[in-house]
Structure formats: structure tokens, C-alpha cells
T-cell receptor
Framework: DTGVSQNPRHKITKRGQNVTFRCDPI?????LYWYRQTLGQGPEFLTY????????KSRLLSDRFSAERPKGSFSTLEIQRTEQGDSAMYLC???????????????FGEGSWLTVV | QKEVEQDPGPLSVPEGAIVSLNCTYS??????FMWYRQYSRKGPELLMY????GNKEDGRFTAQVDKSSKYISLFIRDSQPSDSATYLC???????????FGTGTQLKVEL
């Protein structure tokens, strides 16, 4: 499978614990995104990398959240001191700039479900 | 008011029906419009991608964009039970890198 890969797919953690999610983008995609989705809502943008540089962060990304993409390939999203409100599906996506009319098509992974108890 | 509005449904149709899904938006800077299909507890899957106004057809799917009305639509012809899913509209500005999504419309196609 050459799509966006996310691990773990499911994580149950106790409030106050730290969790980390990993994303492996589609090969040669230089852009990587993190989104969060709660039940009954569409995905909400969290942050975006071009290669290893984090170029944009949403106000939703509190100080407890940190994302890295150290070598411009895989990325990690860490949530420190988790709260029940962090329970959601965390989606990773990737894209490559296309100079044709297709533009910048964004492909999503299967998501990582987080439940904070 | 949300930037992108989408009726959450649920929408239930018989097999073979034509389905119409719609979104409205308020940001006139949006130029790229997408429809994603999402099955339960899965990631969104890109269905259609259009730039600016006009129609685009791909198999049983047709996407329409009317920028003057800030209204986009997805039509599904000859709907199948396998089309049962949540359909998300998404859009972004010309120079933007983030997608703004609607809440999604839950569709059920019944035998």
C-alpha cells in the first residue's frame, strides 16, 4: 500500500498521559498536514509542513500539542497531558505541488483514534 | 457562522436514485473545491477536485461549482448501497494550504 500510513490506529490513554502519533506520507510528497476530526464534524486543520519546515499552525494547536517532521519524511504529533477534550480522530494527509490544473491534491490517511479516559 | 455550511442529513435514498449533495460557503477567496467520501471510522477519500466554476464529471459522479452563488454540488447517478457513507465538501483559497471542510452529509442508499 503506497497511501498515507498512520500509527497507531487506535489509542486509549488516561487523562494526563502523553501520546504520540506517527504519519508516513506518500513517497515524494513534500507537504504533510495534520487535521483533527470529532464525531459529526468535518476535519479541522491543525498544522502543515513543507519538507521539514512547519509553515502554519492553527489556533487549535495548543501548547500541549507539538508536531515534528525532522527529515522531511515521516511526522509525529505529540499530545502532552492529555485531556478528555482531546478525544478525536487525528488525520494525517500529504500532497505534492502539481503545476498542472490539478493543483495541490491532498490525500488522507486512515486516521488515528484517540480516546482519553 | 461557519465558513462552509453543509446539511448533515441523514439522507436516505433508494438504490438507483440520483443523489444531490450541496455546500454553501462565505469566503469568496475559495478557488479549489473538493468532495471527499468517508466511510465509518476511516479517513476521507478524495472523489472529485475542481478549480473555479463549472462542471466536472467522473463516472457516476458530477461536481458543480457556482462561485457567483457560493454554492457547490455533487451529484451521484445510479446510486448503489456501496455509496452509503458521509460526503464531505472541502475548499481552499488559491494560495492557501489548508482545507476548510463542511460537517459532512451522511448518505444511506437502501436496497
Amino acid at each position: 500500500d503506497t497511501g498515507v500510513s498512520q500509527n497507531p490506529r487506535h489509542k486509549i490513554t488516561k487523562r494526563g498521559q502523553n501520546v504520540t502519533f506517527r504519519c508516513d506520507p506518500i513517497s515524494e510528497h513534500n507537504r504533510l498536514y495534520w487535521y483533527r476530526q470529532t464525531l459529526g464534524q468535518g476535519p479541522e486543520f491543525l498544522t502543515y509542513f513543507q519538507n521539514e519546515a512547519q509553515l502554519e499552525k492553527s489556533r487549535l494547536l495548543s501548547d500541549r500539542f507539538s508536531a515534528e517532521r525532522p527529515k522531511g519524511s515521516f511526522s509525529t504529533l505529540e499530545i502532552q497531558r492529555t485531556e478528555q477534550g482531546d478525544s478525536a480522530m487525528y488525520l494525517c494527509a500529504s500532497s505534492v505541488v502539481d503545476t498542472s490544473s490539478s493543483g495541490n491534491t491532498i490525500y488522507f490517511g486512515e486516521g488515528s483514534w484517540l480516546t482519553v479516559v | 457562522q461557519k465558513e462552509v455550511e453543509q446539511d448533515p442529513g441523514p439522507l436516505s435514498v433508494p438504490e438507483g436514485a440520483i443523489v444531490s449533495l450541496n455546500c454553501t460557503y462565505s469566503n469568496s477567496a475559495f478557488q479549489y473545491f473538493m468532495w471527499y467520501r468517508q466511510y465509518s471510522r476511516k479517513g476521507p477519500e478524495l472523489l472529485m477536485y475542481t478549480y473555479s466554476s463549472g462542471n466536472k464529471e467522473d463516472g457516476r459522479f458530477t461536481a458543480q461549482v457556482d462561485k457567483s452563488s457560493k454554492y457547490i454540488s455533487l451529484f451521484i447517478r445510479d446510486s448503489q448501497p456501496s455509496d452509503s457513507a458521509t460526503y464531505l465538501c472541502a475548499m481552499r483559497t488559491g494560495g492557501g494550504n489548508k482545507l476548510t471542510f463542511g460537517t459532512g452529509t451522511q448518505l444511506k442508499v437502501e436496497l
